[in-house]
């Protein structure tokens, strides 16, 4: 038996990445997996999105470990189709247990370099496509007065990284967001908890799939980690998140640095 047998897991940003390795963690523990992903097109980003095809991968893999798995083409930027989301997965699969708001994007480079778009793509993502996910699962798991919820934010929401304003900002946004959804919710049966990964070795970062580091600004991040280790593979945070949401209800509104230490030298 599995600790998440008969759970139903909805996890944003699931098509590769973090969030297939969430999916797969998930699955192995007996939990049936909605993953969203495919979003519309995005401008000046340095890596591809997920695709239908990605999708459809994570699926595969959710199957062969004997689970369900319902993949849908949702962008958390649109309210309609999170909201459409949710709604399908209660009415395919007959409830909402586990959430993961995974979604995000990123982009790099000197504030007074951000370009409006840009900064609305980041914000409209990684903030309000929290905001959209938690908004429309909290009225299903107050229903069922059971819920885990996990937030991604980023070791960029702990500290100040040069080149990385707009997004460490919209990564300190969600801490204030769940830690706040934490207390409203904590009497209904409902925790809502963070991770914070450092880099992580996903098409985000890496997105040509070669060995070399892709960038100065990754070097510098990984110089800042007193763990002797490059960057985080994404089955090292999905271990945080299982612990998170097979909690039996006594964590909620923590945030868990799976961080190799970095912010040891700032608190």
């Not at 930027?77 to 979604?103: F, M």
């Not at 990123?106 to 929290?130: F, K, M, Y």
């Not at 980690?225 to 985080?232: C, D």
């Amino acid at each position: 038996m599995g600790a998440l047998d008969g759970r139903v897991a909805l996890i944003t940003g699931g098509a590769r990445g973090q969030g297939r390795a969430h999916a797969l963690a998930l699955a192995a523990e007996g939990a049936d997996i909605v993953l969203a992903d495919a979003p519309a097109a995005m401008a000046d980003l340095t890596y591809p999105l997920g695709t239908e095809d990605d999708l459809r991968e994570t699926a595969k893999l959710v199957d062969e470990l004997g689970r369900r798995c319902m993949p849908l083409t949702v962008d958390v930027r649109d309210a309609a189709a999170v909201n459409a989301a949710v709604k399908q997965t209660v009415a395919d699969l007959g409830s909402l247990d586990i959430v993961v708001a995974n979604a995000g994007v990123v982009s790099t480079g000197p504030l007074d370099e951000v370009s409006d778009a840009i900064w609305q793509q980041l914000v409209d993502t990684n903030l309000t496509g929290a905001f959209h996910t938690l908004r429309a699962a909290i009225p299903v798991m107050r229903q069922q007065k059971f819920g885990r919820i996990v937030v991604t934010s980023s070791m960029g929401g702990r500290m100040g990284i040069p080149d990385l304003a707009a997004y460490n900002a919209t990564k300190w946004g969600v801490i204030g967001l769940a830690k706040s959804v934490a207390l409203e919710v904590a009497k209904e049966g409902i925790t809502v908890n963070v991770v914070c990964p450092t880099t992580t070795q996903t098409p985000m970062v890496q997105p040509t799939g070669a060995d070399d580091i892709p960038d100065e600004l990754v070097r510098r991040m990984m110089r800042a980690n007193p763990i002797p280790q490059p960057w985080l593979q994404p089955e090292d945070v999905s271990r945080g998140v299982l612990y998170l949401v097979t909690d039996p209800g006594v964590i909620t509104g923590s945030v868990l640095e799976i961080g190799l230490g970095g912010s040891a030298r700032i608190h």
